[in-house]
């Protein structure tokens, strides 16, 4: 018989998984997926728009309409538990404050990026 053995690094958790797992627990209870199917679509839809508006922020330098569409999306993605989106939402503020145009536009990729991976991860349609 052979023994079975065990992966040291498998911590079975997700890589691609965009939440923060306790603080989903911490906010929606211990089964917090059925609330996420209903919640996920409409934050999907909300950073659609959040990202429209900081991306028409930037096509013309205008410092306040990219920081208030990052901050909204900052508090939405915080909200539900997402650190990475709201983490890179966060670094688009602090950019277009200071007026680091061509920075914000890759921050604004990161913040896409990662809004089409929570897609894909719960398998929503962006």
């Known amino acids: ?41 409409i934050f999907l839809g909300d950073a659609a728009e959040q990202l429209t508006g900081m991306r028409d922020g930037l096509d013309v330098s205008d410092v306040e309409a990219t920081r208030a569409a990052a901050h909204s999306l900052k508090g939405a993605a915080a909200s539900m538990a997402l650190p990475g989106i709201s983490a890179a939402c966060l670094a688009v503020e602090e950019a277009a404050k200071a007026n680091q145009w061509s920075e914000a536009v890759g921050l604004v990729d990161e913040v896409q990026r990662q809004v089409d991976e929570l897609a894909a991860f719960r398998q929503v349609a962006p």
């Open 1 to 41: 018989a052979t023994a079975m053995t065990t992966d040291p690094t498998d911590t079975g958790v997700d890589p691609t998984d965009p939440f923060d797992r306790q603080a989903l627990i911490d906010t929606f209870g211990p089964e917090p997926d059925s609330m996420l199917d209903v919640l996920v679509p």
